[in-house]
Nanobody, 121 residues
Framework: QVQLVESGGGLVRPGGSLRLSCAAS????????MGWYRQAPGKEREVVAG???????RYADSVKGRFTISRDNAKNTVYLQMNSLKPEDTAVYYC???????????????WGQGTQVTVSS
């Protein structure tokens, strides 16, 4: 079994910063893409940022220049540094990872439990 455990959410004022972390543990052979999604009340889940195992990042237009995704392959951990936060960034943030459990096996999709980020004055 594989678990993704997120941390780092909270309440922050507009213009502030937060750093989210997501650590994968369990039966892991390799991790391909890792990423962050978010879901605001009444809205569908949307992709925020993703990063491949070679470190190549991708960002949603709404967060480019403000958010930075990174990963530590030795720790099976992905981070999301969020700067210049806006009220519209308020959402539950979910970690996602594509993980294989053995040589030649297909990658499965795993999700964290979600962490609340609230941007408000």
């Amino acid at each position: 079994q594989v678990q993704l455990v997120e941390s780092g959410g909270g309440l922050v004022r507009p213009g502030g910063s937060l750093r989210l972390s997501c650590a994968a543990s369990g039966s892991i052979f390799s991790i391909y893409a890792m990423g962050w999604y978010r879901q605001a009340p009444g809205k569908e889940r949307e992709v925020v940022a993703g990063i491949l195992n070679d470190g190549s990042p991708r960002y949603a237009d709404s967060v480019k220049g403000r958010f930075t995704i990174s990963r530590d392959n030795a720790k099976n951990t992905v981070y999301l540094q969020m700067n210049s936060l806006k009220p519209e960034d308020t959402a539950v943030y979910y970690c996602n990872a594509q993980i294989t459990s053995g040589w030649g096996s297909e990658a499965d999709d795993y999700w964290g439990q979600g962490t609340q980020v609230t941007v408000s004055s």
